[in-house]
């Protein structure tokens, strides 16, 4: 039976003009979603804004007034907003001697972290109306160390951090938000270290592999969950280790788990 669940359903997509956004565009636009392409590239994003039938806005997710706009156009021009993915990005570039330098992290958290806050920010209202969804693109490394592009793994595990924290807040208002974690993709944001990637022998997901995962996320029920997405296993939401809670002094069980006062669940 076809899918209807997109029919109709309203999504902006941050960094839509390339790579895993445009995949996640035309995908959506393909089950009869209605598309807002937001990136910095216009010739790109209006060549993806085109083929989905949708609409391009020149977004630079670093300034919070661009992501209002971005909503605001979404909400007056298709009525509402079902879903924002927050997948703009860059690599910081490769090498740790070389790139551990604070003016390019500043620049890198500005697109990687601030621009899902602002994101978030921009999009609750019109999400809380429509009951729906965020999904931000973090990376697997955000669940694993990256040692060869730490600003990458700080601000990948900060979005991942971010998600699982926004998750239970949002609960009571039925948004859902959860985080895509792909390992390497084929999109140009691999294309400075591609060589080094290939002499590894490393195999690199196809777009469309990480666009399934986009999709499952979005058909989920789940939030707060981050799903990992490897070449040659089901995506799925990652397992994180319980920490340790505190105990009492007599060593008795604390009558609730500190992590659960965001859901109000027994320990
Ligand atoms: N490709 C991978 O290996 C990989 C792995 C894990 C996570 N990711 C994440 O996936 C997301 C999408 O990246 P991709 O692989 O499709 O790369 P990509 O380079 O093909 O696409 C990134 C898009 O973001 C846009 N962008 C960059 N800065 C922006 C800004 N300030 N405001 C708005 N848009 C901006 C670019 O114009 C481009 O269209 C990123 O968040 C990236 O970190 C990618």
């Avoid at 921009?122 to 999904?135: M, T, V």
């Avoid at 999109?187 to 270290?193: D, K, S, V």
Wanted: glycine share 10%; with cysteine.
């Amino acid at each position: 039976m076809e899918d209807r669940r997109f029919d109709g359903k309203v999504a902006l997509i941050t960094g839509a003009a390339n790579g895993i956004g445009a995949g996640a565009a035309r995908r959506l636009a393909g089950l009869g979603a209605r598309v807002v392409v937001a990136d910095i590239d216009g010739d790109r994003g209006k060549v993806i804004a085109d083929e989905v039938d949708g609409l391009f806005t020149h977004c630079d997710v670093r300034d919070p007034e661009h992501s209002k706009a971005a909503v605001a156009l979404a909400v007056e021009r298709y009525g509402s907003l079902d879903l924002i993915a927050l997948n703009a990005g860059i690599s910081t570039g490769f090498g740790l001697g070389d790139d551990f330098d604070p003016e390019r992290y500043r620049s890198v958290m500005g697109i990687n972290l601030d621009g899902v806050v602002y994101g978030v920010h921009a999009a609750l209202p019109a999400l809380r109306e429509s009951r729906g969804q965020i999904i931000a693109t973090a990376s697997m490394a955000g669940i694993t160390p990256t040692p060869l592009d730490p600003i990458y793994g700080a601000n990948k595990t900060a979005v991942v951090g971010l998600v699982r924290s926004l998750a239970p807040s949002l609960v009571r208002d039925h948004v859902r938000v959860n985080a895509l974690c792909p390992s390497f993709a084929d999109t140009a944001i691999i294309t400075p270290f591609r060589a080094q990637l290939d002499a590894t022998n490393l195999p690199i997901l196809e777009v469309s592999d990480v666009v399934d995962a986009f999709m499952a996320i979005a058909q989920s029920d789940g939030t707060g969950d981050c799903w990992f997405v490897v070449p040659g296993r089901e995506s799925q939401p990652f397992t994180f280790r319980n920490a340790p809670g505190p105990r009492t002094a007599t060593g008795d069980r604390l009558p609730v788990d500190p992590g659960a006062f965001a859901t109000g669940q027994e320990a």
